[in-house]
């Protein structure tokens, strides 16, 4: 997605911690503008030396450095490192699960490292092309034997896993003869490097391992395992920088998800190429991640407790709204608005923090 050089679309990107003014990000947007006309292009192909399994570790090499506003198209790995492929049985995926405790069972490729990031900059990162591999799968893992894991873990002890034919031509799969799903692909993980100040587990296994890597399982201000299904192609996503060079993974490659991701996985799936811009942003600011789509704008919220996710994402789209200069409101008429217009989902309820993202729709802003 281009950003408009006009006033009213500089504005959009103006967050409730940045306090820019409008010419400000006017300049930050026509800069932008500049970087995608001159910017390079770069392919990073997915092998063991540039994926990682489940963890992720600020002190491992870059696979790739580049300038902000360069292009990069990132190939990605199914689960357990490209391992759970059609005829992988239920019992093969527990072992490939239990082989890796405490890391997440995503292949995530990276880390990217972008010149000029630096700890307290914001990540812009463009998802400008997603293009996929032709397999997929859901699983359940057994119920009797994780007994946390999925929303209805007790009501299925026994695992179970489909797998799915994709049709990059129609953009459909089918899930059994009668009917038919649209595939509409996203990164179920897209991060930036760890924050190190990233609190202590409330509930499951250990964030960091003996070697001081941070599990790939839970959401947090870095994005991480976010599940957000709005970030398909031509969505933006705006990220904290904790990490010298941001640092970018992406992996747990979605080809379609159903809010809540309720059995733990959503159509699963791998890429060709997901084709990202990242752009490093001094003049932004903020606390956790959001995104805009053509039409939304989207904030997010983590935590083990589902209300205090919500109430994040909802403080975060109060803030936005009343820091914003297209129409200005007070902090009162922001949290109204909100409340009549706002659309908060359940973005998954299956990664030990729970995620809420709260949409804002472009249009009700009338004054171009």
């Given at each position: 997605m281009r950003i408009s050089h006009n006033a009213f679309a500089a504005a959009l990107l103006i967050s409730a911690a940045s306090l820019c003014t409008v010419a400000r990000a006017q300049n930050a947007s026509e800069k932008t503008a500049a970087q995608k006309s001159t910017g390079k292009h770069y392919v990073l192909p997915a092998?063991?030396?540039t994926v990682q399994w489940g963890w992720y570790d600020p002190t491992e090499k870059p696979k790739l450095v580049v300038n902000s506003g360069d292009t990069v198209s990132i190939e990605t790995w199914l689960h357990g490192m490209d391992e759970i492929r059609p005829g992988v049985i239920v019992d093969e995926i527990v072992k490939l699960r239990l082989a890796n405790d405490g890391g997440g069972p995503h292949s995530v490729t990276g880390p990217i490292y972008v010149n000029g990031a630096e700890p307290g900059d914001t990540m812009e990162i463009h998802i400008t092309k997603i293009v996929m591999k032709d397999t997929g799968f859901n699983f359940n893992l057994p119920g009797k034997q994780f007994p946390t894991v999925g929303l209805l873990a007790s009501e299925f002890p026994e695992g179970h896993v489909k797998y799915f034919k994709l049709d990059a031509a129609t953009m459909t799969t089918q899930f059994k003869p009668g009917i038919v799903l649209p595939l509409k692909p996203f990164p179920g993980t897209i991060a930036v490097g760890p924050d190190p100040n990233e609190p202590k587990e409330k509930a499951g296994p250990p964030i960091h391992d003996a070697k001081g890597r941070t599990s790939t399982l839970r959401p947090w201000k870095n994005g991480s395992n976010m599940d957000v299904n709005e970030l398909q192609a031509g969505s933006i996503l705006y990220v904290p920088v904790f990490q010298k060079g941001g640092l970018i993974w992406t992996g747990d490659s979605h080809c379609l998800q159903g809010n809540g991701e309720v059995n733990l996985t959503a159509l699963e799936c791998s890429y060709k190429a997901i084709e990202i811009q990242p752009i490093v942003r001094k003049d932004l600011h903020i606390e956790w991640p959001r995104a805009e789509t053509s039409t939304y704008w989207v904030f997010m919220g983590f935590d083990e407790d589902l209300n205090?996710?919500?109430?994040?994402?909802v403080r975060e789209t109060v803030n936005f709204l009343a820091d914003q200069k297209m129409v200005p409101m007070s902090r009162e008429e922001a949290y109204s608005l909100t409340s009549i217009i706002g659309d908060c989902r359940v973005s998954q309820v299956v990664?030990?923090?729970?995620?809420?993202?709260?949409?804002i729709p472009k249009s009700i802003f009338t004054k171009k």
């Open positions: 092998n063991k030396d205090e996710a919500m109430k994040i994402a990664d030990i923090r729970k995620g809420v993202h709260c949409m």
